[in-house]
């Protein structure tokens, strides 16, 4: 089974990140997809070429398609406080943690954590070989 | 396929109800798993379907 969740270490900080909706998830991976434009193998990928593509992916975005990203990526992640997971944004989408605020490395590492997180396993599976259609499985990888 | 139908194939195979895409039922990994699941059945299936051919039972 896909792991749920995962703690990443920011700066000596402790975050928690979730998985997306499935909707969410699927809509991010188009856009990734679409932005490597045949640049990605349909074999499994390697975690640290994974997380440059969607770096890359996330510099090239127009403004509302990367805010809706950032706002999905970090709705998904809690800061933990003695091992307490505490949202980092609110429904509305203001930060809960107000340093975040005016940290915008801390932001965009976990804008970045929590999209890779979310979408490594597609790569990393080589899933997109389930959306080839010259592609086929054998019963045993399950 | 394209990326569309890969969101809405576990609805087609008749597994998720169209509001679980939406609803919090489910999440992307949930998403995923299911995709492997269904792979290996439709891999089954052609198998299947392969042998039942050549045996003479089509």
Redesign the interface.
């Known amino acids: 089974?896909?792991?749920?969740t995962k703690v990443v270490d920011v700066r000596g900080q402790k975050y928690q990140i979730?998985?997306?909706?499935?909707?969410?998830?699927?809509f991010i991976?188009?856009r990734v997809?679409a932005a490597m434009s045949g640049g990605a193998s349909s074999g499994p990928m390697d975690t640290a070429v994974i997380g440059q593509s969607i770096g890359v992916f996330l510099r090239g975005l127009d403004f509302a398609t990367f805010s809706f990203i950032q706002n999905h990526a970090l709705s998904v992640v809690a800061k933990l406080e003695d091992d307490a997971p505490v949202p980092v944004v609110s429904d509305s989408g203001i930060y809960v943690d107000t340093d975040m605020e005016s940290d915008l490395v801390l932001v965009m590492a976990l804008t970045v954590q929590s999209v890779v997180f979310?979408l490594a396993?597609?790569f990393s599976?080589g899933?997109l070989s389930?959306?080839l259609?010259a592609q086929?499985?054998?019963?045993s990888?399950? | 396929m394209t990326l569309d139908g890969f969101l809405w194939r576990p609805v087609a195979a008749g597994m998720w109800a169209q509001r679980e895409l939406f609803d919090g039922t489910y999440d992307f990994a949930d998403l995923l798993d299911i995709h492997e699941y269904l792979d290996v059945k439709d891999a089954n299936a052609e198998r299947s379907a392969e042998w039942r051919r050549k045996a003479g039972h089509a």
């Open positions: 089974m896909t792991p749920k979730r998985r997306m909706r499935p909707d969410v998830g699927s991976l188009a997809l979310n396993d597609f599976d899933g389930t959306i259609p086929s499985l054998k019963p990888s399950m």
